[in-house]
């Protein structure tokens, strides 16, 4: 769909990016903003492909339909629910994995090098503890990005390429088993490993590889296997079970089965219905309660209990019962927080700015080189990051006093943690005792355990601790995210938040002298602020952060921010994920188009050299289309040949009606003609090559001259069905554009399938005589449909003919030459279109939208 829909805003940047003169790839070349000359003749790249969500009513759908009944539709609707809920359990089986492996690694490594940082104090033999802590994040990292050099893709935080697909961009590789298994042990060793990236955000991309692979029972890794299993096989289901993935790993993450479902919503599909919305919400359900009950039976012994309902949690924000004073917020508050989010709006500008420089960095000067250097690259990161976390953990914190609440411990970090576990969240390294030293408890901790020191702990961390901790957090949490490891976003966004909120509910409160003032509530509204800044979301990370926290109260200030930091970081750039998606060059369309689109119409920006079957077609010009082409739709029409000048004659009244029609109708060849006379979009060489020199076919009974013809020459439009009417240099462009009556479309897919299968007919026979595939049969390849490359010449006979009017679309949806770009991108992206055919008032086919021709 996207990938079709994407060339209407981007057309011309898809011509100039995609020649062969460069050694770069197209999607190196777009992310340098290296372009080619606009007068290269440029295929089209076949690095992303669109999702056909249109349904396809041909005749074999219409046989299903016909033998559907109640029964069986509430059969395949009670299957379908099942599925979701089955994606919503391995969702929360997925991350209770994670969750329970990283937990394992990171206590073994804390304990080691703790109990090693407090030997070596006193005999001062600190080099060996960095040596330690040093061994473990290397191995940790090291394994991380052996699994990403094994499947690439599974880098990152996998959120830029999960809003692609459901937005209709088919990105290779992303929902394939092998990429989970990646995806899932890479986060795991690196968050094990140190590096300041969450697994919240990976959540999200394994989750929607379980929802796209559990309902097909079968999967390219594992060929082996396979089961008869009919239901689903479209791209139109499967996006919807995509979707219930993508919303269930939002749910196991922050515990927010809502926020999850308008995550999806809101920044995923583009394509969307009521029923969709209600089986969403129930896989985030079952994903987060799922997981909330094993966690809760693991960790507190109380199976049954639901106490940890997602992997982050931001416990219960309760003022201190000794402090009368305290409020958790106040309207006079609210300008604060409007403040914070400005500040954070800056702030995740500044972020997505030195990020987007550093991945194109990494573009120029890592990538083209050995895949080993992008594993040496996050080695580095993890030294650097290993080294300052620990000299700022032994050398820049400060020894501050502990408050009763921190030593017995209130009740909303008791639900978060045992007591043995709150108790080791708090270092005390080099400091006596009743203290303990700020920067090492949130450095030398995970970063859950950080986040929730600042929502909740009660004693005061130093101004300049939490200065310098935001800094250095965001630089070396900036230069991580973008290396070979899988990385989310989230949870380093959040913490970085949470020390600035906090720094500033301590200025307030010190210097300023309100002392009503909570810092948990300022900590969560830097978080706020700070995330929203980077990723600019709003309606669904509202409702994430107000379900993490439990507290409906927080809902106005937390929405105030997030608007506020998402208007201020909008002013100077996108997104980081909108950021990412644009470095890849994925086609992804916008929410609203341009307002300069509206001057533009379809007649604007259509294709008018259509590449086109004919309802009865030989093997050989399929072959030849299909193998010189990369169209993955092909309009089926008829030429129009007749002579209206006899009803012109004699009746004024028709003559009149006839001339308005022809002064009024757009026809491929008016519009050929005016694009060449102005230059503006194809260079008169292209108009001669339009039409390779007819190569005269010969001796039917020569099946290898044919074959070889079929392999060696480019694709001349039909030469066996008019053979004395064959292009030539000498036709005017209305014989080269001849007006075309448009009955339907064709998926290459269906083709080639149709060609595998031998589904034709000689010239002696009925068409009637021409095998039938039932639907079944024809989506019995998918996802993954035969290649018309691997297809063996020699079993074809090419003097046979191919109806194909059984197995195409006869009513796509087609619009006017003069519709509004407006208008016809609304279409492609609330109907989840990937073809548009422009059809004149007569019902001639002008031409198709420009997606079918450089994307599709």
């Known amino acids: 769909m996207a990938g079709c829909r994407g060339s209407l805003c981007c057309c011309c940047r898809w011509c100039c990016c995609c020649g062969e003169r460069e050694t770069r790839t197209p999607e190196e070349l777009t992310i340098l903003g290296e372009t080619q000359e606009e007068e290269d003749e440029i295929l089209p790249r076949k690095d992303y492909e669109s999702l056909d969500y249109d349904r396809c009513i041909n005749d074999p759908y219409l046989e299903v339909l016909e033998t559907m009944d109640n029964k069986k539709g509430r ?167 995509v979707s219930a993935g993508a919303a269930a790993g939002v749910a196991a993450a922050f515990g927010a089965p809502i926020g999850g479902t308008l995550f999806s919503l809101e920044e995923g599909s583009s394509f969307w219905n009521q029923g969709l919305t209600w089986k969403v919400l129930f896989c985030s359900m079952s994903a987060t309660f799922t ?14 209990s639901f106490q940890l309902p997602g992997l982050l949690n931001f416990g219960e924000f309760k003022c201190s019962d000794s402090d009368k004073k305290c409020h958790l917020w106040t309207a006079m508050d609210l300008g604060f927080f409007v403040v914070m989010g400005v500040v954070g709006g800056l702030l995740g500008a500044t972020f997505n700015c030195l990020n987007k420089r550093l991945a194109k960095y990494r573009v120029r000067n890592v990538h083209p080189k050995p895949k080993l250097v992008r594993v040496l690259e996050s080695l580095l990161v993890s030294l650097v990051t290993t080294v300052v976390v620990f000299v700022a953990s032994m050398v820049l914190g400060e020894c501050r006093q502990m408050s009763s609440a921190s030593q017995v411990g209130n009740d909303s970090f008791a639900l978060q943690v045992t007591s043995e576990e709150e108790n080791s969240s708090i270092k005390t390294f080099f400091c006596p005792n009743e203290t303990y030293n700020d920067m090492a408890t949130l450095f030398f901790n995970s970063q859950e355990s950080g986040i929730l020191q600042l929502f909740h702990q009660d004693s005061t961390f130093s101004p300049i601790t939490l200065a310098l901790f935001f800094v250095l957090y965001f630089v070396l949490a900036c230069w991580t995210y973008g290396i070979s490891v899988p990385s989310g976003l989230f949870v380093p966004s959040l913490l970085c938040g949470a020390a ?50 439990s507290e409906i109260t927080y809902g106005l200030p937390i929405m105030v921010t997030l608007m506020v930091a998402k208007w201020t970081g909008d002013f100077f750039n996108k997104g980081i994920y909108d950021i990412h998606v644009g470095l890849r060059g994925v086609p992804l369309l916008e929410w609203e188009t341009e307002v300069e689109m509206d001057k533009l119409r379809a007649s604007d920006i259509m294709e008018p050299n259509l590449t086109y079957v004919y309802p009865h ?46 002064c009024s109708i757009l026809t491929r060849a008016g519009e050929q003609r005016r694009r060449s006379q102005s230059m503006k979009s194809y260079p008169s060489s ?74 034709c007919y000689s010239e002696s026979q009925s068409s009637a005589s021409q095998p039938r595939l039932s639907y079944a049969e024809m989506a019995e390849d998918y996802p993954r449909y035969p290649d018309i490359h691997d297809l063996d010449l020699t079993l074809l006979n090419p003097r046979m003919i191919v109806d194909v009017t059984p197995y195409m679309n006869p009513a796509p949806f087609t619009v006017s030459p003069n519709t509004h770009v407006s208008q016809v991108f609304n279409l492609f992206r609330t109907m989840g279109l990937r073809h548009l055919p422009v059809v004149n008032a007569v019902g001639e086919l002008s031409t198709e939208s420009p997606g079918c021709h450089l994307c599709s």
């Open 686 to 759: 292209e108009l001669r090559n339009v039409c390779d020199e007819h190569v005269t076919s010969g001796d039917p009974g020569e099946k290898e001259d044919l074959l070889q013809q079929m392999l060696e020459r480019r694709y001349t439009p039909y030469p066996n069905l008019y053979p004395d009417q064959s292009p030539s240099e000498d036709w005017t462009m209305e014989e080269r554009f001849r007006p075309l009556t448009f009955h339907g479309l064709i998926l290459r897919s269906q083709l080639v399938t149709l060609l595998v299968r031998g589904v």
């Open 617 to 662: 077609t030989r093997i050989q010009s399929l072959v030849s289309i299909l193998r010189t082409t990369v169209h993955h739709a092909f309009p089926v029409v008829t030429e129009n040949r007749g002579n209206e000048k006899e009803f012109m004659k004699g009746n004024q009244l028709i003559s009149n009606n006839i001339k308005y029609k022809k």
């Open 291 to 304: 997981l909330n009950f094993f966690r809760s039976g693991i960790q507190f012994g109380s199976w049954g």
């Open 75 to 241: 059969r395949y609707e009670a299957v379908k629910w099942m599925m979701v809920f089955a994606i919503g359990v391995c969702t929360g089986l997925v991350g209770l994995f994670v969750d329970f492996f990283v937990r394992l690694f990171t206590q073994l490594k804390f304990g080691v090098v703790q109990a090693s940082v407090e030997e070596c104090s006193q005999k001062g033999c600190l080099a060996l503890s960095l040596l330690e802590l040093l061994g473990f994040n290397l191995t940790f990292v090291f394994f991380a990005s052996l699994l990403v050099l094994i499947e690439p893709v599974a880098a990152g935080s996998g959120i830029p390429e999960i809003k692609c697909y459901l937005n209709g961009v088919k990105v290779p590789g992303i929902v394939r088993l092998r990429t989970l298994l990646c995806k899932v042990f890479g986060v795991l060793f690196s968050v094990a490993g140190g590096l300041f990236v969450g697994k919240e955000g990976p959540m999200i991309h394994s989750g929607a590889v379980v929802g796209a692979g559990l309902p097909q029972f079968q999967s390219l890794s594992l060929r082996k296997i396979q089961f008869n299993f009919p239901y689903f096989r479209s791209d139109r289901d499967k996006r919807d079970f």
């Open 500 to 549: 600035f909120g906090r720094l500033v509910a301590n200025v307030l409160k010190s210097y300023v002298g309100l002392g009503h003032i909570y810092s948990g509530t300022f900590a969560l509204i830097g978080a706020a602020a700070f995330l929203g800044g980077v990723v600019r979301m709003s309606i669904s990370l509202t409702v994430i952060l107000i379900e993490s926290t």
